[in-house]
């Protein structure tokens, strides 16, 4: 599985992604986990989600089917 890279990231983000690459199936399977454990949901999985910097998180994050973006 891999990770896509959206707009301009730091220099930083390559190490980030590489690191995400990595651990995905288990950073899924306990997502998929915690749904079931802590929530009671079941029948699903996570397919993927979006990764955005701290800093954005002050900013504005809009998101929809397609993806995420920072305003």
């Not at 190490?15 to 899924?28: F, K, T």
């Not at 990764?51 to 998180?57: C, D, F």
């Amino acid at each position: 599985m891999s990770v896509e890279t959206v707009g301009s990231p730091p220099p930083e983000a390559d190490q980030v992604r590489s690191v995400l690459e990595q651990q995905l199936p288990d950073i899924i399977a306990s997502f998929n986990q915690v749904l079931r454990d802590q929530y009671g949901i079941s029948g699903i999985s996570v397919g993927g989600f979006t990764v955005v910097p701290e800093s954005a998180v002050a900013s504005k994050v809009t998101c929809d089917q397609d993806g995420c973006s920072i305003d």
